[in-house]
Every structure is written in structure tokens, then in C-alpha cells.
């Protein structure tokens, strides 16, 4: 065939913000899975305890909370015994911590593929975002394993659990969706994050239980949607006093937002990564 008859494809930035094309996500599937699959190698490469890292990071942050919190502290735990109380908060912040920060760096960490190969900018934060399930997955199964020393057994709503963990991933993904576009522009995102994850991990449910905060400061708090989905889970899972309600709907609703909000800013600036990464 004569290289002249060759189709030609020109790529230019769009003008203005364009919505999804869901159908060039999908045709980059694969690309997708090699990203996670690369990123889950690297992760535990000339590691001694390779994937038992995915356990100990929880478990050592529950023994410490259980010591500082459980028994210096006193702090209730809605009849549940306090390791399992805390562990079962741990799970979602800790997928939605790891998440939020690895698609917030995603960018300026693959820069040089980012520069020289097209694809849909989505799929690194989309990729980041990913991994953080793996450890999830085997910090669960260890979960169920504490809850089963204690003697408990999950409670009959535990069927939803993929929604509570759902919106952890949605909201990692829309707050990773800002913070990565923004950290190609403002390199100081990067040094805002570990300080940024310690005070939400505080303004959540995570350590203490939702009852302990005044009733006219739970409108406030229904605005984090970590609120919602660690108290989501622990229903979920222990049953207990704490049963969804509107306060719920709200902690969605921000996830919601948080998350077209990413998509929006984004989309809108996806032009020009290239050019001032």
C-alpha cells in the first residue's frame, strides 16, 4: 500500500471541557491492567514480607489505637470489643488514604510516558486508584479472621459492602483527580499530602465512634464522605446502634460532587498536562 494512502490521525487538545469517551476508556482496557499489574510488582519487589505488608500496616496502626485510644483513653466502642472496632474503620481509610495519595502522584511519577505516548490521561489515577484494592482485599480476609477470635460473626447487611467500598474508591478517585492535576502544576501538592491524609484520618470516625459527637455538629460531619462510608462498613460488618440514614445520604451526595467535580477540573485541564509536566 502506498504510504501516502496511510490515514492519518491528528490528536489536538480540546478547547474547552469534553465529557467522557467512555468508548477510548474501554479500547485502553489492557493498558489498565498492565499499569496494576506493574505497579503491584513494583510495590512489593525486594520486599521480605511482601504482600503481609497489606496486613501489618493496619494491624500495627490498630494496636496502637487500641493502647493510646482503647485503654489509656477509655474511648467507647458501641459494645464492640475495641480491636475490631477500630480495624473495621481502618480497612476503608486506609484503601481511600493509599488510593487518594498514589493517583495524586500518578502523573508526575510516569511523566516520561505521559510526554511521549498517548492514551487516556484517566488511566493513571483510574490505575493508582486500582492497587489500593488489592491490599484491601487481603486486609479484609484478616478482618474476618480478628472478627472470628472475638467470636463475631459479620452481620446480614455485609452484603453491602461493595457500595461502602465503592465510595471510597469514588471519593480517592475524585480528590486523586484534583490533587493530581494540580501537583503537575504546584509541586508542593505532594508535601501537602501526608499532612492532608493525617487531619482527615482525625475529622473521621475512625478512632472513635460517630455517637461521641455532639448532635448539632453531625450535620458537619455528614459533609466527609469518609464519615459515611467508615460508618457504612462498620454496620455493614458489626450491626450496632449506628444504622444509615440521612446523614448518609449526604456523605454520598458529597462523593458525588467531589467526584464530577474531579472529572470537570481534570478534563478541563488534560490539554496541557503534557506541556507543563
Avoid at 136 to 156: Q, R
Wanted: with cysteine; aromatic share 14%; proline share 7%.
Amino acid at each position: 500500500m502506498n504510504a501516502d494512502r496511510l490515514p492519518v490521525r491528528l490528536i489536538q487538545p480540546a478547547r474547552a471541557w469534553v465529557p467522557l469517551d467512555l468508548a477510548e476508556l474501554w479500547a485502553y482496557r489492557e493498558l489498565l491492567w498492565l499499569l496494576v499489574w506493574r505497579e503491584l510488582k513494583v510495590r512489593y519487589k525486594q520486599t521480605i514480607l511482601g504482600v503481609a505488608w497489606a496486613i501489618l500496616q493496619p494491624l500495627l496502626t490498630m494496636l496502637v489505637f487500641s493502647v493510646v485510644f482503647g485503654r489509656l483513653a477509655k474511648m467507647p466502642s458501641d459494645g464492640v470489643p475495641y480491636p475490631v472496632f477500630a480495624y473495621c474503620a481502618l480497612l476503608p481509610w486506609q484503601l481511600f488514604a493509599y488510593a487518594m495519595t498514589e493517583s495524586s502522584n500518578s502523573l508526575v511519577a510516569h511523566q516520561r510516558l505521559l510526554t511521549k505516548v498517548y492514551f487516556p490521561r484517566l488511566m493513571m489515577p483510574l490505575a493508582a486508584v486500582a492497587v489500593g484494592l488489592a491490599d484491601f482485599l487481603v486486609s479484609f480476609v484478616f478482618l474476618l479472621m480478628l472478627m472470628a477470635y472475638y467470636g463475631m460473626t459479620p452481620h446480614v447487611a455485609a452484603v453491602t459492602i461493595p457500595l461502602w467500598t465503592l465510595l471510597a474508591l469514588g471519593t480517592a478517585f475524585g480528590v486523586g483527580l484534583w490533587l493530581s492535576a494540580l501537583n503537575v502544576r504546584y509541586r508542593d501538592v505532594r508535601y501537602m499530602l501526608p499532612f492532608l491524609s493525617q487531619i482527615w484520618m482525625y475529622a473521621t470516625p475512625v478512632a472513635y465512634p460517630l455517637s461521641l459527637i455532639p448532635q448539632q455538629w453531625r450535620p458537619f460531619v455528614a459533609l466527609n464522605p469518609l464519615a459515611g462510608v467508615v460508618e457504612g462498613f462498620r454496620w455493614a460488618l458489626l450491626g450496632g446502634r449506628t444504622v444509615p440514614d440521612a446523614s448518609m445520604l449526604v456523605s454520598i451526595a458529597t462523593v458525588v460532587v467531589v467526584l464530577v467535580g474531579g472529572l470537570f477540573y481534570f478534563r478541563r485541564t488534560e490539554r496541557t498536562l503534557a506541556d507543563v509536566i
